[in-house]
Each structure stands twice: as C-alpha cells, then as structure tokens.
C-alpha cells in the first residue's frame, strides 16, 4: 500500500465505523455457501486474512467428494474413498460449520434462509455452489435417466456407477461419452476420461470401442490428448467434431441411444455429459445472468448484479480462467483477502492468479496446460507471453514426471483445503 | 487525520498492510503447499532465501533452469512481483 492508499483505506475505515455493521464493534460475519475447493478454500483463507471476522459454513454434505481423479476411480485406477474429505479440520480452525442446504438468499437484508427455515445474517456473502446440470436442456435426458445413462460430473454415486457399467459390461461392446459446449467444468475432463477408460477397454476389454460425440470442434490441450490417442489407443478411441456430426441433440434411456443430426449411436454404456449452470442457489440469490453464470468483479469476485455477495469457484464467469478445482482454489484466496479490505473499508488491490490442469492420458502419461491471469478491462485475462500446454514434443519420461506431479498437486490441494 | 488512523489501528479495523500476500504470492500454494501438514513433491516456499526464489523465477523465465510447469508460470511474473513474493515467502515460517 502507497501513502495515499493508505490514508484513503484509513478514512473508509474510520467512516465505516459509524456504519450500521460496525456499531457495539461486533465481529463482522461472512458466511460461505458451499463447501468445495472454493468455498472451503475461502473460509479457510479467511482466518488468516482477517481473524476478526465471524466465518459460518454451509455445506449440504458431511463428506465432500472430490472431481478431479474422479475419472481414474471410473477407470479402476483408484478408490473412491481417495477422494474424500471432511471438514474436521475447518472447525479446529474455527470456522462454524453449518450442515444444511442454503435454499434462498435475501440481499436486502443480508440474510441465507436454509432449508429447515434458519436464517443466518451476514455482513459478507460468498457463494461457491459448483454447478448443477440444466436437466433441461437436452431432450430425452433428466434425472432419472441418470440413473441409466450418468453424467458422473459431480463425484460419488454417478462414479461408481458409471464404473460399474463398465465393468459388467462384456469385451466388444461401444462406449459412448457425450461432450458439451462452452463453458462447462473442467474444459479437458471429458478428454482425460476418454483417455482413462480407453486405458481401462484396452487392458480388459480390447475389442470394445469408445466414441467421443462433441458438441464442439476443438478442445483443451487436443494436440496433446490427440498425439497420445494415436500412440496408446488407435483404433480403440474416436472423436467426432461437431462439424461431423459430434453435437448430441437427443437421448433415448429405453434403447440407450445417442441422436445426433447425422445419426444415432447405441451405446452399451452411455456417459452423458450435459450442459450446465451455476448451483442453483446462485439463481436463487439473483446473482446469475441469463447464461445461467455469475458474472462478478475480478479484484473482488463481487458479484456485479447484487452488492455484498461474492461468488466464486465454477459458478462464477472468470473470464480467461476455466473452471478448474485449482482455479476455484486460487480465486477463493483472492476473494478472501479482498472480503478483509472491504470489511476495513479499504479498496482491494489487483491480484494475479495461476491455474494448472493436469490430466492423465494413462495411469503414467500425464499433461498439462498453466495460466497465469490478471484484470485488464474488467475481465480476468491471460497475461501475455505466459503460460501454455506441455511441450508437443516432450519425451515419454516427461509424460510420466507430470504424471507424478498431477498426483501431487492432488495431495497438495487437498490438504491445502481440508488436511 | 493522525488521531484518527490511530484509533482505527487501535480499535484493529486497519491490519498492517505487511499481513496481506502480494499479487501472486498466494497463488504459488496451489501446488507449493504453505501448510506444513501437506507432503508434496516441490520445494516448500516459506523461509527460503529471497535471492534464491528470485534467481530460480528468472532461470524459469529463461528457460535456463529444467522444469515441467514453472518456466511457463514464471513467464508471467515480471522481476518486481518475484522480489515482493519472495520477500513474503522468507517471512513466512
Ligand atoms: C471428472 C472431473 C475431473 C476433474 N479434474 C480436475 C482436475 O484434474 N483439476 C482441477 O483443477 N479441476 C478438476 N475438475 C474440476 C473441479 O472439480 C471443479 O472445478 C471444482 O470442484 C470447483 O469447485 P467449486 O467449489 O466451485 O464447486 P464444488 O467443488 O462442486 O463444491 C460445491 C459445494 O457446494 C455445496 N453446495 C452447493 N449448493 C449448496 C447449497 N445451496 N447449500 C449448501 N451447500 C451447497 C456442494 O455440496 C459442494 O460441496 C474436474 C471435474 C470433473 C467433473
């Protein structure tokens, strides 16, 4: 902070404390709804940004199951209990644990109602709800087919069910995964679990097919998944483009079957990978805009339709930053120390982020794309000249480096979180 | 003015402006775990040497130091930034 930026933070502040918040010198209340990487991220991040500040927790779930290596327990690479976490200890921290679901946000009043009819006041609100599938908005699909034909996007049941499938069903038989448009969660997911399951097909299943119907023509890190693709699983794993025929426009539970304007595809296991959408409390709480996302302040994440809410994590519109646990990670520290000024009074300084997605294209072939992002113009944009995928050329010792490293970040980011 | 800095100081309403991370710095901890409970694979930021964190961004940056991911992660932190975050990692225990 600067001289000026300093007398200025500190005449806010001194007004701020005739503001109603502030009489009685009561600890100002942040509550974060949702407790994922980001929003567990941002209570933690919190106690350490501004210890003054009463931090309240609502998570829906006593256990939170994570996304990313989700895809290797859907391959059998993995145990699904690797994958989740509780919130232990957030509470030695001294974050109050709230086990509810938040069902409505009232922003005048600066209040979460829960679902039980608790209200809880705030003087701060974030939301980190993840996102929810727009049930909607593929015909033919909805929740119970999910049942039949899982999305496995969120980690849990939908994993273990899609790996069942996989694994009762008999060698010879088509895999089909369908990918969304823009945005989604996790840009290279789809790729990576294309990848892993063909890794699994080839080992157990050799005569089994898998096809890739997308609803797009290009893809994250695609040189490099294609690259692998035709090194480890040719013959075996197919993408079709949307400019081929790769958009889904319908599905069929009864017969399992994927419509595309150029054809149909019968699976014997069908993951559908649906468009989606801000949780929906995002909605609730008048923050989304009609893309179904949070468009929000890239110093602050304040949300730009409702003051006093902040909304991180893959709800939020972040510009040039996918949706990535990492980055959910990363945003949640920066909103958190943000929340700290603002609570001072004072005006949050311009931060810069990383993201890193790692994917792995077999249990030992790992990749990777990196970013390095800051405001400019009011959008959250790559800084020029940095960041970018792992080398094209890179030999398979490389591969097999950054496999490791995806492990660790794995552990690192966990334990970052909840450990 | 004065007095008046002083009682927000007092009354804890300004924190000392050497608590809040610099641009970036808490960016690192996504993989450079800042908790001592974490095992992980990199080095551990906290309580190095500032010239070392600076001279190893720039060798990144340079592609004169081997790496998987942090020549394309220095490249967008310019010597400024690196300084200041490596000033707050040898502060940290
Ligand atoms: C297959 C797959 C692989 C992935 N791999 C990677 C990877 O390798 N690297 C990476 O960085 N990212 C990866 N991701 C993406 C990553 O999982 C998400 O970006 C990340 O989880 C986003 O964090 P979040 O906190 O916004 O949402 P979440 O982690 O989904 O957390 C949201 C939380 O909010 C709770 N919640 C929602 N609504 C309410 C409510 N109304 N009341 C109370 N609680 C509520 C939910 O229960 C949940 O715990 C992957 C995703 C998938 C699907």
């Known amino acids: ?419 | 003015m004065r007095a008046l800095v002083a009682a927000a100081v007092a009354v804890g309403w300004i924190v000392p402006s050497s608590a809040a991370p610099p641009a970036g710095a808490a960016a690192c901890s996504g993989c450079h775990a800042a908790s001592t409970r974490v095992a992980t694979p990199v080095a551990r930021l906290a309580g190095r040497d500032p010239a070392d964190i600076v001279k190893a961004m720039r060798e990144f940056r340079e592609g004169a130091r081997p790496a998987t991911v942090m020549d394309r992660i220095a490249k967008g932190f310019t010597d400024e930034e690196v300084q200041a975050i490596a000033a707050w990692y040898a502060g940290k225990r």
């Open chain 1, 1 to 419: 902070m600067n001289r000026r930026e300093f007398l200025n933070s500190a005449l806010a502040a001194s007004t701020a404390m005739f503001a109603p918040a502030v009489i009685g010198q009561a600890a100002p209340r942040v509550v974060v709804v949702g407790g994922g990487f980001a929003g567990a991220s941002c209570a933690r991040a919190l106690r350490n940004a501004g210890p003054r500040i009463a931090v309240t927790l609502v998570e829906a779930s006593a256990t939170f199951t994570a996304c990313p290596f989700s895809n290797a327990v859907i391959a059998g690479l993995r145990e699904l209990s690797a994958q989740q976490f509780t919130y232990e200890r957030l509470i030695a921290d001294g974050i109050s644990l709230v086990r509810a679901t938040a069902s409505a946000i009232d922003a005048q009043a600066r209040q979460v109602t829960l679902a039980d009819g608790t209200r809880l006041p705030y003087d701060r609100l974030v939301l980190a709800p993840g996102i929810d599938i727009r049930w909607d908005a593929l015909p033919g699909y909805g929740e119970s087919v999910a049942e039949r034909m899982p999305h496995a996007w969120k980690a849990g049941e939908q994993t273990l069910l899609l790996r069942r499938q996989l694994e009762s069903m008999e060698d010879g038989g088509l895999v089909v995964i369908s990918a969304p448009a823009n945005p989604f969660r996790c840009p290279p997911g789809p790729y990576e679990r294309a990848s892993l399951i063909a890794h699994y097909l080839k080992a157990r299943k050799p005569r089994s097919k898998l096809i890739v119907l997308d609803a797009k023509d290009a893809f994250s890190k695609q040189r490099l998944f294609q690259n692998a693709w035709t090194e480890l699983y040719a013959g075996l794993l197919e993408w079709i483009p949307l400019s081929k025929g790769g958009k889904v426009i319908s599905v069929d539970a009864a017969t399992n079957t994927l419509a595309t304007d150029f054809g149909r595809h019968r699976a014997a296991v069908a993951n559908v990978i649906p468009p989606q959408k801000a949780g929906r409390i995002a909605e609730a709480a008048g923050v989304a805009d009609r893309s179904g996302w949070c468009p929000v302040d890239p110093a602050s994440f304040e949300s730009k339709l409702q003051p006093g809410i902040h909304v991180i994590g893959d709800a939020a519109i972040a510009g040039a930053m996918p949706k990535s646990a990492f980055a959910a990670n990363a945003q949640a520290k920066v909103c958190a120390e943000a929340m700290a000024v603002l609570l001072n009074g004072g005006v949050p300084s311009a931060p810069k982020m990383i993201n890193t997605c790692y994917s792995l294209v077999s249990p030992d072939y790992g990749i990777s794309v990196a970013g390095v992002y800051r405001p400019a113009d009011g959008q959250l944009t790559e800084v020029p000249g940095s960041g970018g995928v792992s080398p094209v050329d890179a030999p398979r010792a490389t591969r097999a480096l950054e496999a490791a490293m995806a492990e660790g970040w794995f552990r690192t980011i966990t334990g970052e979180v909840f450990g």
